[in-house]
C-alpha cells in the first residue's frame, strides 16, 4: 500500500456515512480508520458496520460519529507479524491499525498480506530437475557417488571454466576440504574477509587454525586490498604469514581480484575463493570462483541455484579435486579392506542432489537475469529517494545480485534501518541486515582485524547502514510492487524526525 493509498483510509470522524461508503468504495479495502479531530484513532469502520447503521435506519447524512463508541483493537509500531496474526485470529478481524507512541494510525495491516509471506531469497526450480532426479530413482544410484555426481562435476567446471570440481555436501564441508588441501594445519593462521557469514571461518577453526579479520573496501563490499597488504606486511614482520586468504564474493558480486592476488602472490599465499554467493557472478569477463587457487560454490537452499543443500570445490589442478573427492569419503586408500593413512570425512554429494544440480545448472543464466531485474526494478522505483544508496557494480564486474542490497545515508541509519526492516516485517516482507561482521562476533572477539583505514571500519558501518531487500529470481511482479510500495513508504516514514524521537 502506498501513501497515498493508506492516507485514502484516513477520514475525519465528522464525515457522513454517505461520504465514508464512497471512501470505502474507492479504496477497495473494505476498511477506513475514522480519525478524531486531533489525529487519533477514534475506531474503524467496515462495510459491515456501515450496511447495519443504515439497516438500524441512521441517515446517511448523519455522521460517522453516530455509529457507537468501539476501542479499536489496534498494535504498537513494534508489533510482529504473529502478534499481529494472533489479535486477528483472536477477534476474527481482517485489519489491524497500527498506531504511533502519540497513538497516530501510520499503518494498517491485512490479513491476506500476512498469509503471502515474501522470503528474502527462496528455492527456485526448473523443469528439468524431476527427471534426473527420477533417473537416480530408477538406475538405483542414490548413493553418495553416482553418475549425477560425475556429470554434475564436469557440467559446473564447464560451466565456469574451472578444469575440474569437486561435488560435495556443503558450502562449509567445502571451504573445510579447501583449507585441507591448501594444507591449513592447527596452529597456522589463515586471513578471511569479515564482512561475511560465518560459515566462510568456521572452517578455520574445525582445522585448529587461528583466523584474522581483514575490512571491506567501499567500492565492493568486499575484501579491502589496502587493509590486505597492511595485514600481510604485519605478519611477515612477525614470522606469521597466513596459510592461505579467504577471499569472499559477497552477496554476488566479486572482489577486486587484480588488486587482491597480486598482494597475495608476493608473500606467496594460496587463496581460498568463497564464491558460495557469487556462482553466476563474473570479474573483467571471467566467472567468480576461478581466481583462487580453490574455489568453492554453495547450493543451499537460498542461493543462486539449489540442491536442498550441497557444495562444490572448483580447481585447475586436477590432482588437488582428486584428493578433495578422497577425504570426502572418508579417506579411503584403493584395497578392499579400507586401509587408512589420513584422516577423511563423510562430505560427499548423494547422487540425488547432483541430479537436482544439474538441471539447476541449465537454468543458472537465467536465474541471474531474473536477480538482476529484480535489483533494476527496486533501483527505478526508488530513484528519487536520496537516501537511498545501492551496493555498487564497478565497471568490469558482473555481479547477480544475489541480494539487493541498500545503505541509508545519514547519522540515524542503524535506527532508520531498523524502523524499515520492522515495518516490512509486520506486513511479512523479509528483509535483513547485512552480514554483522566477523570480527563484531562474540566467537571471534578475540580475533585480529585490520580495518580498510586505520582508525575506521568499513564493514561494521555496512552492517549498521545497510538493509538486504527481497531478492529471488521467483517473485512476481505483483510481489515486488508489495515491496516497493511499502519500502517507499518506511524509507519516508523513516526520514522524520518524529519517528527518530
Ligand atoms: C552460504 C554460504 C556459505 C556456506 O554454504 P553452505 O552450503 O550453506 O554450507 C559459505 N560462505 C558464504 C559467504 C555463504 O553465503
Known sequence: MTAQEFARLCVPASSKLREALLALNVSGR????????????????????????????????????????????????SAS???????????????VPVLSAALHPVDIVSRRELTQRIWLSSPHLGIEETAFVEDAFKSNWIAPLGPHVDGFERELAEHVGSGHAAAVSSGTAAIHLGLLLLGVQAGDT???????????????????ATPVFIDAEPATWNMSPAALERALAWAAQHQRLPRCVIVVNLYGQSAD???????????????????????????????????????????NGNKIITTSGGGMLVSQDPALMQRARKLSTQAREPAAHYEHT??????????????????????????VE??????????????????VQWMPEPEGYHSTRWLSCLTLAGPNAALKCELVMRSLERHSIEARPVWKPMHLQPLYKEAAYFPHEIGGDVSAGLFHA????????????????????????????????RALA
Open 81 to 95: 507479524a504473529a502478534q499481529v496474526l494472533a489479535l486477528m485470529d483472536q477477534h476474527q478481524i481482517d485489519h
Open 466 to 497: 545497510g538493509i538486504c531487500l527481497p531478492s529471488g529470481s521467483n517473485l512476481t511482479d505483483a510481489q515486488l510492487q508489495r515491496v516497493v510500495d511499502y519500502l517507499r513508504r518506511a524509507l519516508v516514514l523513516a526520514e522524520d524526525e
Open 190 to 208: 589463515v586471513f578471511c574477509s569479515s564482512l561475511t557469514f560465518v560459515a566462510s571461518c568456521n572452517p578455520v577453526l574445525y582445522c585448529g
Open 257 to 299: 581480484m587484480d588488486a587482491l592476488l597480486p598482494i597475495c602472490q608476493r608473500y606467496g599465499v594460496p587463496v581460498l575463493e568463497d564464491a558460495a554467493e557469487s556462482l553466476g557472478a563474473s570479474y573483467q569477463g571471467r566467472a567468480s570462483g576461478t581466481f583462487g587457487q580453490v574455489g568453492v560454490f554453495s547450493f
Open 342 to 367: 589420513q584422516l577423511g570425512f563423510n562430505y560427499r554429494m548423494s547422487n540425488v542432489l547432483a541430479g537436482i544440480g544439474r538441471g539447476q545448472l541449465r537454468v543458472l543464466k537465467q536465474r
Open 370 to 387: 531474473q536477480r538482476r531485474r529484480v535489483h533494476q526494478i527496486y533501483r527505478a522505483a526508488l530513484a528519487d529517494l536520496p537516501q
Open 30 to 77: 473494505g476498511v477506513l480508520l475514522a480519525l478524531h479531530p486531533d489525529g487519533r484513532l477514534r475506531r474503524t469502520v467496515t462495510d459491515g458496520d456501515l450496511r447495519r447503521a443504515i439497516l438500524a435506519n441512521i441517515n446517511e447524512n448523519a455522521c460517522l460519529d453516530s455509529l457507537p463508541e468501539l476501542t479499536p483493537l489496534t498494535v504498537s509500531e
